[in-house]
């Protein structure tokens, strides 16, 4: 059963558009949610998070959405740019993990972003 | 570098070969984690360590599966009796403290290893 869902895995965006990521989680619990970022070859990069008591985080041309009732985030960039093409993930995690707090990921969306 | 590295990058064995994956974390990170990516997916819990203390192995899919962190820093991850569905790639993410049930902070990951089972 998977808790963080990522139903898009792939999207294409015009350089300079805003690029939307959406992601879906089924857990309550999630009070804290992030983005990563994944070229080829190379481990996940953190990107952008939110805790459940916000609605919106923002860090330069990245932002994050969290409707808790809809249980939905989104990504959103802008503009993208050509470097922006990767595999982003979405990412959650929970309180009753005790200490490790450790994340459960979606699926992942590659986005490629067009000159 | 500074980041998390992972050794080898690229690991070939036949079914049924023993292999041990390495990590070392980022200096002073208390907390340390590995995951299994399968293709096309995304990276799934296997177990967490806080200093030399395994505290979370609820991911580790079989007993064939172990991993140890004996002195708090650099971690093994080893695979007994390889099968093709062990293939994927396993990555280590390290975070500088405990994650307390009412705070979190980030997790940095290493490149990984792909792991191919022939």
């Known amino acids: 059963d998977q808790q963080v869902k990522q139903n898009s895995p792939s999207l294409s965006v015009q350089e300079g558009r805003i690029s939307i990521l959406n992601c879906d989680y089924t857990n309550s619990m999630f009070d804290y949610f992030l983005w990563y970022k994944k070229y080829p070859a190379e481990g996940p990069t953190f990107l952008i998070s939110?805790?459940?008591?916000?609605d919106k985080n923002e860090d330069g041309r990245f932002t994050v959405f969290l409707n808790k009732s809809a249980k939905h985030l989104s990504l959103h960039i802008v503009p993208s740019q050509p470097g922006d093409s990767a595999v982003y993930f979405c990412a959650a995690s929970a309180p009753t993990s005790g200490s490790a707090r450790q994340l459960t990921f979606g699926s992942g969306t590659q986005l490629t972003v067009l000159p | 570098g500074a980041g998390v590295s992972q050794s080898p990058r690229y690991k070939v064995a036949k079914r049924g070969q023993d292999v041990a994956l390495r990590c070392d974390p980022i200096?002073?990170?208390?907390?340390l984690f590995w995951y299994q990516q399968a293709l096309g997916q995304g990276p799934e819990f296997l177990t967490y360590?806080?200093?030399?203390?395994?505290?979370?192995k609820s991911g580790l899919p079989s007993d064939r599966f172990f991993a140890e962190r004996p002195e708090g820093s650099v971690s093994t991850l080893k695979i007994q009796r390889t099968q093709q569905e062990d293939s994927a790639v396993y990555l280590c993410?390290?975070?500088?403290?405990?994650?307390?049930?009412?705070?979190?902070?980030?997790?940095?990951f290493g490149p990984g290893t792909r792991l191919t089972v022939l």
């Open positions: 360590f806080q200093n030399e203390a395994q505290l979370d």
């Open positions: 200096s002073g990170h208390v907390s």
């Open positions: 993410a390290s975070r500088f403290q405990p994650g307390g049930p009412s705070s979190y902070n980030e997790q940095f």
């Open positions: 939110i805790s459940s008591i916000k």
